[in-house]
């Protein structure tokens, strides 16, 4: 089993729709969690972190659920400006080592 | 506001020749971590290293690859040999180490062998 995982996509969807990516984690010690957005040929940057209560920055809500293991991203009125590959971050044991989920492909169209 | 800086951000190399890709840290973090991203696939780690220490190295092969983070000056990832199949883009990250902040990027090392 991988240690991250998400589903590849791509999601496209219309201009104003409201998405939501899913992300599964094997190692029931994690503690910190994030989500990083990466545009084609460019480098990862941090989207928002996780927060066990869940957390919201304006369009973009995430949330955790440790019971399941489970992370999520939802984008509220996407823009063509959030296609982007997603990827969801575990820092899988003790210390400071993140692991990167392969990445969902979000395809916004006008 | 420097963030991460990599330098190059593009290499070519002839097969058996020597890479050497360099990484200066976020001012004020200590940590720096190597990932590997091939064509169409997601990043793989490589390795962590501390000051003048290597924390975790699980990720690099076992040959032709070796990391290094002096008391003074860049990390560095070095190469050796390189084949067409080290093609790929190289991204260095830095933190302070609290792991409540994730990593910083640099813009990446283009890689290509010929």
């Known amino acids: 089993r991988k240690e991250v995982e998400q589903d590849p996509g791509p999601f496209n969807v219309p201009e104003g729709a409201t998405v939501a990516f899913n992300c599964t984690y094997s190692?029931?010690?994690?503690?910190?969690f994030f989500w990083y957005r990466q545009d084609c040929r460019k480098e990862p940057k941090l989207l928002m972190s996780?927060?066990?209560s869940g957390n919201e920055d304006g369009r973009f809500t995430a949330q955790l659920n440790r019971a399941s293991q489970y992370i999520s991203l939802l984008i509220r009125d996407s823009k063509l400006s959030d296609s982007a590959t997603y990827l969801c971050v575990v820092n899988i044991r003790y210390g400071n080592k993140l692991v990167f989920g392969a990445g969902t492909i979000l395809r916004v169209k006008s | 506001n420097a963030g991460v800086m990599q330098n190059p951000r593009h290499l070519v190399r002839r097969r058996g020749q020597e890479a050497r890709l360099r990484c200066s840290p976020m001012k004020g973090h200590s940590h720096v971590y190597w990932y590997r991203q091939l064509p169409e696939e997601g990043l793989k780690f490589m390795v962590y290293?501390?000051?003048?220490?290597?924390?975790?190295e699980s990720g690099m092969p076992k040959e032709r690859f070796s990391a290094e983070f002096p008391k003074e000056g860049p990390s560095i990832l070095r190469i050796q040999q390189v084949v067409r199949g080290d093609s790929a883009a190289y991204f260095c990250?830095?933190?302070?180490?609290?792991?409540?902040?994730?990593?910083?990027f640099g813009s990446g090392t283009r890689l290509t062998v010929v």
């Open positions: 290293l501390q000051k003048e220490n290597i924390i975790d």
């Open positions: 996780v927060y066990s």
């Open positions: 990250a830095s933190s302070s180490g609290d792991r409540a902040y994730g990593y910083t």
């Open positions: 190692n029931s010690a994690s503690q910190s």
